[in-house]
Every structure is written in structure tokens, then in C-alpha cells.
């Protein structure tokens, strides 16, 4: 069986690979502290839309154009801004994970930072099975 | 207290029916366990006591499904589960489609196939095999039927264990609302919250059943590796088992690809595989069960690789239970955008994937070393074709783990309290691991097909390699040429399945005497065509509705950004891709709205060579927003793939103002000046002072009577204005002119005569809103390979099936 056994070695390399390859690739969660400490690497920070700011998203002027605020988990808020189409349902979602970096633009002598993002993936997971008998049943 | 309305038998019956079920699936189980171990006398016995037991619970289990479907069908919305999952608008055949979309009732459908193949198995398969493959058949029942029962098992201060969920509780019992308070608290719950408009889409109605029957067919080869262990038998059931891991190889894999053609029709992420978990979790299994088989194949032609293919068919049962936890429990949270809502079953999932893990470990730990392996005197040549298989098998085994680890991040998460996130760029993370064990599996597969079992003959081989190599390099550049591939990793793809599609084509040529012996060819040259459609789709999909007139965004932003969406307004024709298409406006057809857009390409003659409309759909759903679904262009080398991204909202359409704006002051310099505003071009065509009779009333006597002619253009007409500035008796006087209806007034303000410039006071009524879509296309090229490969590879494995029962028939006859 020593071919047999040759692979089992190759078969255990190759995973020990895979899993040093996917810890090493592999990003984290983060708040926005954290990904503002270091810029230009790629995080997903895990958050909500804050309210407390409009969201601009205007697509007669440009389609590719999303900006908006984010609260991450800390109660940190950052500008977003997204180069694409609003996702669909974005502000009914409870969660928003963003998937980008911090970037800082220096304009005029002041500095500007906001997250880039790449990928927004947004959570809705009880919006369909969410248990809420409707309003008109509550008051006959 | 007495709810009125409410019908309370069903929800009695179907929980009686799931208790009954349950017990059976235990007294099957024992009785067939004990019956595996009693003595030959009694076995006959406990064997007849166990099929009685099957008996009563598939009866019950049947019952349970009658029971809920007609509760969903018939509107019952006292039932949680009906209210939840249908509504009233919902078509018939999507009633099916909400039977499934629960935990609950995606578990009976688990459990009904379950109860066929016992059926089934009983029916074809020997009585030798019945106990040890039924018992564990029954196992699976009796977890399974224990996630449906709803019950509490409560020792005060001791333990409080809710067990299982079931599909049969009243809504009342769920939800607390003051309104429950009410004796005729049904008559005000008038419809229920309905089904997901995702899965309102025919492969939703069959991609479930399919993809459970898959899972299910898992179940039997799990059955026969357990009881090879268990009663020591360790030759015969590997031929026995191979049909059914061609079952739940073509069941599992025809499930997997109706989900991507699912995905690739009806959702919008723009692709068919995302290497989404829940993707990923059904593909774990598939990978595991094709490397079993090619196992099972080596055994069976050379009594080779035994062990390994043991573990291979365990593992493979193993990851449908390890896929079921991952997707059900909860825990992949954030990672997946499609697993199911929590039921707090992931401890119940626990034990069932615990359970089944220790019994597939502990039974082979024991049973290790009495597992024969070959002859050390029949010494492994690397020519023969089962070491080929065996390397095969282990290749596969490898992308498996690496799927397996990436996906299985959220519970690494979960274990060490941990923050890891996938990585940023999944996808191309996976198909770097993916792509070159592709290549391998690709190679390998198609040089065993030469190679003979025991010893080849290395030259002749050789030969046949070269040979081979020849033509597919030949393809491969054309290939590559022609679709525009520099990619050195892809070409190596590119290479592996010309090689593999040549390979086999030259095989089925030489065996074309025996067609249905041919099933492995075909699947495999099925593969290859897939493997070729997947990179040419994937590598050379392309954004085409690219927006080439951005407005500028000012110093902050990054500029080179992928701009892939288009707006385009009504009745307003923009190119994309060598089409001009234009957006027609949209209709209804509840609950989806259809935006119609019409794709043109015209000759220099200006006559029309290609026309087509198209009617991408979405539904604004009152709770989930704005759901897109795409449309599609096919063409035989290459699909135009497009849905809508934003939409305005109707009710902003129907606002229009027409009220004019305060005027803004313009200056016009010359003749011929002109002035964009709004939607309107203005062009100012000189002063004018010779004014004709119309305007004798304003002008005569006056000392200065000019008029200021302007062209007004707009999309849709041109028309001229004339204001007037007059002086009389030293007093100014200024006639504005106005559009017919509603849209542009002009004012002559003043004068520059030595300038022959005006100032011109405009107003505009606030341009009308107009209808648009937000439009994102993409263009896939030879997608269709993906498709008929995968046709292939089904018809392939089919053909195994027949095969495979052919040769099973004839071996009971000759016994």
C-alpha cells in the first residue's frame, strides 16, 4: 500500500494548504474603527442603515451612484459610498454587511473618509416569515 | 374559550399522524436492528415485524402530508404554517411550492422520499441486504420525524427540551396579539402572508422534490457500507450499492442544476453559481458519492481501494447531514443570503448528525483491519486504470475539502467564539482552488478510459496521449483565439477539456458497437463540455449595458469605477451592445410588473435585421420592495442576460406639477445662440423688428417694438415662441410667450441692441416625470455548453442506471 499511503501524505498537505490558504485570505468582521485603522485593506463590517441620514441615491443622475451612512455595531457612522444600483429592498433590511475599505481623499486641505465598498449584501431573514398579524385585524 | 371558525381535526389528526409516524420509525428500527443480530430462526420474524412497522409509518407519514397540504390548500389560516407560507392570490401549482418553502415541510418531502425508496428498495433489492439497510432507512425516519413533533419534555428545574417543530400549530398558539383574545378572532386573519415571490417561479415547484430525492437516495448506500461493517460482509454490497449511488448521484446532481438554472432565470445576481453555502452544501455530498462511485467501480473490476471507498460512501450521508445542519441550524447567519430562518432545531441537528457520525466511526474504527485490502502480490502498476480511478476519487475529495473548509468559516466561528468572514472575493478564491483540481480530474478521466485494469501497456498508451494531445491543442487555441483567452490558467482549462472532450469522442468511437455500455463516456464528455461552457461563460461574461456618460462626482470619488447600470427613459433608444433599445413602457400582470424593451439592430439601408422585445419583470412587493427577475436574449453561442435595477416609483409618476418655476434670468449673445434647459434646446434666431400684423395692436405708435423669435426643440417637437418688448409713450412694456400647454414661458427682459444681445426671463413648469428603468446587461458566451453538458452528464448517468440493472438482473439470474 505504498502508493495508497503516498497520497493519503499529499491528500493531508493539501488540506493543511487549504486551510492556511483560507486563513490567510480569509477577511474579518470588523467595526469601522478597525477598518479605518488600516485603509486600503478589504473588510466586511456588519451593520444598519442610519437613519439619521438621507440616503442619495438618484438614478436619473447617475444609476452607478450610491452614498449612504452606516451605524456599525459600536454605534460608529461612516459614509458609504457604492458605485452601482441601489440593492433591492435596501432600507427594509435589518442587517447591511458591506464588503470594501476605508478610503481617505485629501481635497481642498481636508482630508475626506469614507468606506468604499465593493459588496453590499443586505439581510432581511424574517421579512417573510416575520409573525406580524396584519394591521387591520388589530383594529375591527 | 371557543374560537369560532376554527377547523381543529386536521391539526389533530396530522399530529397524531406525526406521533404515530414516530414510533414507528423506532419499532421499525429496533426490529430490524435486533433482526440483524438474532438468530437465523427468529430473524424472519423481527424481519416481517420491522416491514409492518415501515408499514404503519409510511401510512402515517402519507397522512401527515395529506393532512398539511390540505390545511395550506383549502386556506386554513388558523395554521401557522398555512398562513405563513400561502396566501390567496397564490396559483395552484405554487401551493406545492409553499408546502415546501418551511423547515417543516421541506423535511416531509425528505421523509417521503425516504419512505418511497424503503418502498422501492424493498421491492428490487434482496431480502440479505433488507435488515441492515432498513434499519438504518428507519434511523434517519425516526430523527427526521422527531424535528415535526412539537413537543415539550419538561422535568422541572431539571430540563425544559422543546423537541422538533411542528407544521400543525395553530397561529393563535404562536403569535401573541391582543386580537387572539377575540372568539371570532378568524374572521379578521382574511389571507395569509404568502410565499416568497423568489420561489414563485416554476423551478421551484420541482427543483425541491428533486434535490430532497437526492438527498434521501444518500441514505442507501450509508445503508449498505453500515451493514457491510456490521454483519461483516464486506464483498458483495459494494456492486449492490453502486445502482443506488448512481440514484443519488443523478438525483442529487439533475437537483443541484435545476437550482442553478433556477438562479440563472429567476434571480439576479447574474450568474447560475455563486458558491453560495447553501450551493456549496449541496455539492459537498455529490463531489463525496462521484468519488465513491469511482471507488466502488475500481473494487468491484479489481477488488481495489476498498477502504477508502468505505469511507467515501459514509462521508457522503455524513455531509447531506452536515449540509442540513449548516443550512437549518441558523449558524452560516450573514454568510448566506438563502438558508433557512431558525426553528431552534440546531441541537435536535446536533444529535442527528452526532449520532449518525458515531455509529459510521465506531463501526469502521472496529471493523478497520478485517476489511480485506488486495493481494500484496498483485503489485499496483501506475498503469493501471483502477489506480487512475482511485487518483481521480482522491482529487475530488480534495476540492471537497476545500469547499468544505471555506464554508464551514461561520462554524469555526461559532466553536471559537472567533470573527473570521469569508474571503472578500469569494468567488475568485474558490475557482483558484477549483480550476486546477478541474484540470486534474479533467486529465485523469480521460487517460483511465485508455488504461486497463491490472497493467496497460505504457507505450501504447503514450501513444494515444500524444495523439489526443494534438487535436486538443489545435482546439484549444482555436479556442482561445476566437473567444479571446490569455489567461495561462485558463487555457490550461481550456486545454483539459478539449483533451477530455477529444478523449472520449475517440473512445465512443471505438466502443460505438455497445452504445448503452457507454453511460460513463457520456457523462464524462457531458463534464467536459460543462467544465468548457463554465470558464468561457464565467471568464468572458461581461457587463454590456456600461454607462459611457457619467455625470462627474466631484474630487471625492475614486474616477475609473465600473459604472454597469444604463438609464434608460420611455420612449428614449440608447445602444447597447450594437442593439438600440428602447423602453416601452410597462405593464401588469399582478403581483409582477413587465418593463417591455425592444432590441433593434438595423442595416445601412436603415431596414430592420433584428427586432426582439423583451420583458424583464419585477415585483415591488409591499414588504420585501423592489424583486427583480431577468429576461433573457438567447442566441445558440451566447445569451444577452438583463434586469431591471431601479424603477421609479409609480406613485411619484402620476405628480405632475404645473405650476411654473420662478424665471431665471439668460443671456442670448447672438443669432444662433442657444440654451439648454431642462428638456428643452433653445435657439435664439435674432431680433425681429419688423413685427407682423398679428402684433399691430402692441406695436403701433410705439417707439420700440422688437420681437425676440426663439425655436424651442424637445424630443418630441419643435415649435417657435415670440416674446415682445415694446416701449410707449416711454413705458415698457414685455408680452411673454408661452408654450400651448403648459412647459416653457419666455420673457424679453432687456435689450443690448449695440450688442444685439437680450436677457431672457424663462420659466419651466417642473419637467414632467418620466417613466424610466434602470437597466443592467450582461452578455455569456457559450453558456448553452453548461447546459448540454450537464444534459450529458444526466443522460450519461442514466444510462449507467440501465446498465448497471441490466448486468444486476442477469447476475440474480445466473444464482
Known amino acids: 500500500m505504498k502508493r495508497s499511503a503516498l497520497y493519503l501524505l499529499l491528500l493531508v498537505g493539501t488540506g493543511l494548504a487549504i486551510l492556511v490558504s483560507t486563513l490567510g485570505e480569509s477577511s474579518s468582521y470588523v467595526d469601522f474603527a478597525e ?12 451593520g444598519q442603515l442610519d437613519r439619521g441620514f438621507p440616503l442619495v441615491y438618484n438614478p436619473t443622475q447617475d444609476a452607478n451612484l450610491l452614498q449612504f451612512k452606516l451605524l456599525d455595531q459600536k454605534g460608529r457612522s461612516m459614509s458609504v459610498v457604492y458605485y452601482g444600483a441601489k440593492p433591492q429592498d435596501f432600507e427594509r433590511s435589518e442587517q447591511i454587511v458591506i464588503i470594501g475599505k476605508v478610503v481617505s481623499v485629501a481635497s481642498n486641505n481636508q482630508s475626506n473618509t469614507f468606506f468604499e465598498a465593493d459588496q453590499i449584501l443586505t439581510k432581511c431573514p424574517s421579512k417573510y416569515t416575520e409573525d406580524q398579524v396584519p394591521t387591520t385585524s388589530a383594529n375591527p | 374559550m371557543e374560537f369560532a371558525g376554527e377547523l381543529l381535526w386536521p391539526g389533530h389528526l396530522g399530529h397524531l399522524a406525526v406521533i404515530v409516524s414516530f414510533c414507528a420509525a423506532l419499532m421499525s428500527t429496533l426490529s430490524y436492528g435486533h433482526s440483524l443480530n438474532g438468530h437465523t430462526l427468529s430473524r424472519g420474524r423481527w424481519e416481517q415485524w420491522g416491514r409492518w412497522a415501515f408499514g404503519i409509518h409510511s401510512v402515517a407519514v402519507v397522512t401527515i402530508i395529506a393532512t398539511l397540504f390540505g390545511i395550506i390548500y383549502f386556506h386554513r389560516y388558523e395554521y401557522h404554517y398555512a398562513w405563513s407560507h400561502a396566501s390567496k392570490a397564490l396559483p395552484t401549482h405554487y401551493i406545492l411550492s409553499a408546502f415546501w418553502e418551511g423547515q417543516e415541510g421541506s423535511f416531509l418531502l425528505w421523509i417521503f422520499w425516504h419512505m418511497v425508496l424503503g418502498w422501492i428498495f424493498l421491492a428490487v433489492s434482496g431480502r440479505r441486504w433488507e435488515a441492515g ?10 430523527m427526521l420525524t422527531s424535528m415535526l413533533l412539537g413537543t415539550t419534555l419538561e422535568i422541572p428545574g431539571l430540563m425544559d427540551w422543546h423537541i422538533g417543530s411542528s407544521p400543525f400549530t395553530l397561529l393563535r398558539e404562536t403569535l401573541q396579539a391582543p386580537i387572539f383574545n377575540r372568539p371570532d378572532y378568524l374572521q379578521w386573519i382574511t389571507d395569509g402572508n404568502g410565499l416568497n415571490p423568489l420561489l414563485q417561479n416554476p423551478w421551484m415547484v420541482i427543483h425541491p422534490p428533486v434535490l430532497f430525492l437526492g438527498f434521501a437516495s444518500c441514505t442507501i448506500p450509508f445503508g449498505y457500507a453500515l451493514t457491510a461493517l456490521w ?5 458483495a454490497w459494494v456492486g449492490l450499492a453502486k445502482s443506488w449511488t448512481l440514484v443519488a448521484i443523478l438525483t442529487l446532481g439533475s437537483g443541484i442544476i435545476m437550482g442553478a438554472a433556477w438562479a440563472y432565470e429567476s434571480l439576479n445576481f447574474g450568474g447560475y453559481w455563486a458558491w453560495d453555502p447553501v450551493e456549496n452544501a449541496s455539492l459537498l455530498p455529490w463531489l463525496l458519492l462521484v468519488a465513491a462511485l469511482h471507488g466502488m467501480h475500481a473494487y468491484t473490476k479489481s477488488q481495489y481501494s476498498l477502504r477508502s471507498t468505505f469511507i467515501l460512501v459514509l462521508l457522503g450521508f455524513l455531509l447531506v447531514l452536515y449540509a442540513t445542519f449548516l443550512t437549518r441550524s441558523g449558524i452560516l447567519g450573514e454568510s448566506s443570503v438563502h438558508s433557512f430562518t431558525d426553528l431552534g432545531l440546531s441541537g435536535q441537528l446536533l444529535i442527528f448528525l452526532g449520532a449518525f457520525v458515531l455509529l459510521a466511526l465506531v463501526l469502521l474504527v472496529l471493523r478497520w483491519k478485517e476489511i480485506p485490502a488486495r493481494e500484496k502480490d498483485s503489485e499496483e502498476a501506475g498503469s493501471s ?9 482522491m482529487t475530488l475529495v480534495i476540492s471537497a475539502l476545500q469547499i468544505l ?11 471559537a467564539g472567533s470573527n473570521m468572514a469569508p474571503p472578500a472575493e469569494v468567488v475568485s478564491y474558490y475557482n483558484r482552488w477549483q480550476l486546477p483540481i478541474a484540470v486534474i480530474v479533467l486529465l485523469l478521466g480521460t487517460v483511465a478510459f485508455e488504461l486497463r485494469f491490472k497493467k496497460s501497456d505504457p507505450r501504447l498508451v503514450l501513444q494515444w496521449i500524444i495523439q489526443i494531445t494534438l487535436v486538443a491543442v489545435v482546439l484549444t487555441l482555436a479556442v482561445a483565439y476566437t473567444m479571446g483567452i490569455g489567461y495561462w490558467s485558463y487555457i490550461l482549462l481550456i486545454f483539459a477539456a478539449c483533451f477530455a472532450l477529444i478523449g472520449n469522442l475517440n473512445q465512443m468511437y471505438r466502443r460505438r458497437q455497445k452504445i448503452m455500455k457507454q453511460g460513463g463516456l457520456t457523462a464524462h464528455l457531458g463534464f467536459a463540455l460543462m467544465m468548457l461552457g463554465v470558464l468561457v461563460s464565467s471568464s468572458r461574461k461581461e457587463v454590456v449595458s456600461l454607462n459611457l456618460n457619467n455625470t462627474p462626482l466631484g474630487p471625492n470619488f475614486s474616477p475609473a469605477q465600473t459604472r454597469e447600470n444604463v438609464l434608460l427613459y420611455e420612449s428614449q433608444s440608447q445602444t447597447i451592445a450594437g442593439y438600440s433599445v428602447w423602453y416601452l413602457g410597462d405593464s401588469v400582470v399582478e403581483p409582477n410588473r413587465y418593463y417591455k424593451l425592444r432590441f433593434e439592430q438595423r442595416d445601412e439601408q436603415g431596414k430592420v435585421r433584428f427586432s426582439r422585445t423583451l420583458y424583464p419583470n419585477a415585483q415591488i412587493n409591499p414588504k420585501m420592495g423592489l424583486i427583480a427577475s431577468p429576461a433573457t436574449m438567447h442566441f445558440w453561442d451566447h445569451d444577452l442576460y438583463m434586469h431591471v435595477t431601479q424603477v421609479p416609483d409609480p406613485a411619484s409618476l402620476q405628480s405632475t406639477s404645473k405650476e411654473y418655476k420662478e424665471p431665471v434670468l439668460h443671456y442670448l449673445n447672438a443669432r444662433g445662440d442657444t440654451l439648454m434647459l431642462q428638456e428643452y434646446l433653445l435657439v435664439f434666431e435674432g431680433l425681429k423688428t419688423n413685427l407682423d400684423s398679428a402684433w399691430s395692436a402692441q406695436s403701433t405708435g410705439a417707439e420700440v417694438a422688437v420681437g425676440a423669435p426663439v425655436r424651442v426643440q424637445r424630443v418630441d417637437t419643435t415649435f417657435q415662441l415670440m416674446p415682445v418688448y415694446v416701449i410707449r409713450s416711454g413705458v415698457e412694456f414685455r408680452y411673454p410667450d408661452q408654450s400651448a400647454e403648459p412647459g416653457i414661458r419666455l420673457q424679453l427682459q432687456s435689450i443690448d441692441p449695440s450688442k444685439q444681445q437680450i436677457a431672457l426671463a424663462v ?17 455569456f458566451p457559450w453558456i448553452n455548453a453548461v447546459w448540454y453538458g450537464s444534459f450529458l452528464l444526466v443522460l450519461g448517468l442514466s444510462m449507467s442506471i440501465v446498465h448497471r440493472n441490466r448486468q444486476y438482473r442477469n447476475e440474480r439470474m445466473e444464482d
Open chain 1, 35 to 46: 477598518a479605518a485603522a488600516n485603509p486600503d485593506r478589504s473588510y466586511h463590517v456588519v
Open chain 2, 133 to 142: 439497510v432498513m434499519s438504518v432507512l428507519s434511523l434517519a425516519q425516526l
Open chain 2, 231 to 235: 454483519t461483516k460482509r464486506y464483498d
Open chain 2, 385 to 393: 486504470r483502477e489506480f487512475w480511478l482511485f487518483a481521480g476519487s
Open chain 2, 405 to 415: 473548509f471555506t464554508t464551514s468559516i461561520p462554524v469555526f466561528n461559532a466553536i
Open chain 2, 763 to 779: 420659466q419651466t413648469t417642473p419637467p414632467p416625470p418620466r417613466p424610466y428603468v434602470v437597466l443592467k446587461m450582461l452578455r
